[in-house]
């Protein structure tokens, strides 16, 4: 899937990519810094009832939530973290084997450990409230 949307958009945008990758329960998020990868997560999470959302868990790397509609979602922030050998001591890896969804930033940070099942969203900041998003499944 390819498509470009303005923010305004942006639950409808939500809605049609979880309706056509909710099978995956790994998510990755390849975007540059300020793109809205937090912003599409923070949405996609509001999609799912999940009220107590809180800012990019870039500070605390990992942010738990529950849904009623599919239980646990992990939202991790990689940002501050130098190497894999830190995100196994954070306790990723038993995070990514869980079973429950994770939607990770700065994915390219943990390539080693990531499971083979994921989809891959790319955003791209077109203009400052247009993006262009980019899903591999």
Not at 33 to 56: P, R, V
């Amino acid at each position: 899937m390819n498509f470009t949307y303005d923010l305004v958009d942006l639950d409808k945008i939500v809605k049609q990519v979880w309706q056509n990758c909710k099978h995956k329960k790994i998510w990755l998020f390849d975007a540059p810094m300020g793109s809205g990868k937090t912003t599409f997560i923070n949405a996609l999470c509001k999609y799912l009832n999940i009220i107590e959302l809180s800012n990019s868990p870039t500070f605390s790397i990992i942010n738990e939530y529950t849904s009623k509609q599919v239980g646990t979602i992990y939202h991790i922030d990689l940002y501050r973290l130098k190497d894999e050998e830190e995100a196994i001591q954070c306790g990723i890896e038993e995070i990514l084997n869980s079973n429950h969804y994770c939607f990770i930033e700065w994915p390219e940070k943990i390539i080693e450990i990531l499971p083979n099942d994921f989809v891959k969203i790319n955003i791209s900041l077109i203009s400052e409230n247009i993006r262009n998003i980019k899903i591999f499944v």
